[in-house]
């Protein structure tokens, strides 16, 4: 190996556009940024939406509705998607942490057991759950088990001192 040997490793060097090197690299004098206005100088930045003047979208569009901020959002299931768990699985024990485990629901999520098709739930099943409709709560009391209620953890919302 000699100097005139020497090469950087295969994929060490990129080729990349030599900006504003003079005129014989062909890409001086305005160095790739056109001629005059806010968008050759230096420092420039827009605002995200800003549309030159014109109204931004996000402002022309109409607006509706209502978001509010204090819902609660649950993960329904119905009893015979229980039932089918519990038979796949062999368990008699239903909480948010087997669902997860089983790929159901995600860690966060809070589950709503809900009665669609009650009529399918023949075991004996123990359940426990953030809430409950009405009939799921009774068909799984008629068949033999027992609904129990998981508190969920609540925002704080006050400021720390």
Known sequence: ???HNLRPAKGATKNRKRIARGQGSGHGGTATRGHKGAKSR???KSKMGFEGGQMPLQRRIPKRGFKNINRVDYVG???DRLQGIAEKYN???ITPEVL???NVIKRRDLVKILGGNSSDLTSKLSV???AYSASAKEAI???GGSASIVVAP???TEEKS
């Open 100 to 102: 997860f485990e089983k």
């Open 128 to 130: 426990t759950a953030h």
């Open 42 to 44: 230096s420092g420039y």
């Open 1 to 3: 190996m000699e100097l």
């Open 141 to 143: 009391e008629k068949a």
């Open 91 to 93: 368990i008699d024990t």
């Open 77 to 79: 299931i119905n009893l």
């Open 154 to 156: 609540v925002k704080n």
